[in-house]
T-cell receptor
């Protein structure tokens, strides 16, 4: 079992470029999440998906879009990257929304210059 | 604004001592979870306590929950250098419809 797999692990973008962060889980979980982590800010929820076909905004959704492609995959897209989006991004999944433990990927370190 | 806030932000203790971290939250919750993060890694789940529970144990971990004060504490007994990490509380609040919201974390350093 790979658990939660994120790609890429590192990425450098120029301001205005776009990119998609990929996340896949092999645990047959219903819920998936995208967080960003900045120094001193903890983890902030960007978007989440309670089940296949549904997505909902979190605490900091501006500048991002998501797609729940199927039960396994949940992608995060930056349409026009900004330096303020420099952060470490984590994908997570859980069997049910918030009621059971969440499993995290290893993170994507994104730098926007 | 974030649902949970940990206190202290940073804690430094000697190996063998106990470490206590606190988490306060703003709205009613279904459950509260604690996670650990080693530097540069993803978070790992430690323990979940439901809103109708007051205390829970797992190995050297003891978690308490006081819903009247909207607070929780995580106690690590007989700490080890390997416990050095950041610790986060996370809440699943009814008003958040299943969203898992994290606090800012406590950074624990255990000196050998």
């Amino acid at each position: 079992n790979a658990g939660v797999t994120q790609t890429p692990k590192f990425q450098v973008l120029k301001t205005g470029q776009s990119m998609t962060l990929q996340c896949a889980q092999d645990m047959n979980h219903n819920s998936m999440y995208w967080y960003r982590q900045d120094p001193g800010m903890g983890l902030r929820l960007i978007y989440y998906s309670a089940s296949e076909g549904t997505t909902d905004k979190g605490e900091v959704p501006n500048g991002y879009n998501v797609s729940r492609l199927n039960k396994r995959e949940f992608s995060l897209r930056l349409e026009s990257a900004a330096p303020s989006q420099t952060s470490v991004y984590f994908c997570a999944s859980s069997q049910y929304s918030g009621n059971l433990e969440a499993f995290f990927g290893q993170g994507t370190r994104l730098t926007v210059v | 604004s974030q649902q949970g806030e940990e206190d202290p932000q940073a804690l430094s203790i000697q190996e063998g001592e106990n470490a206590t971290m606190n988490c306060s939250y703003k709205t009613s919750i279904n459950n509260l979870q604690w996670y650990r993060q080693n530097s540069g890694r993803g978070l790992v789940h430690l323990i979940l306590i439901r809103s109708n529970e007051r205390e829970k144990h797992s190995g050297r971990l003891r978690v308490t929950l006081d819903t009247s004060k909207k607070s929780s504490s995580l106690l690590i007994t007989a700490s080890r250098a390997a416990d050095t990490a950041s610790y986060f509380c996370a809440t699943d609040a009814p008003s958040n419809t299943g969203k898992l919201i994290f606090g800012q974390g406590t950074t624990l350093q255990v000196k050998p």
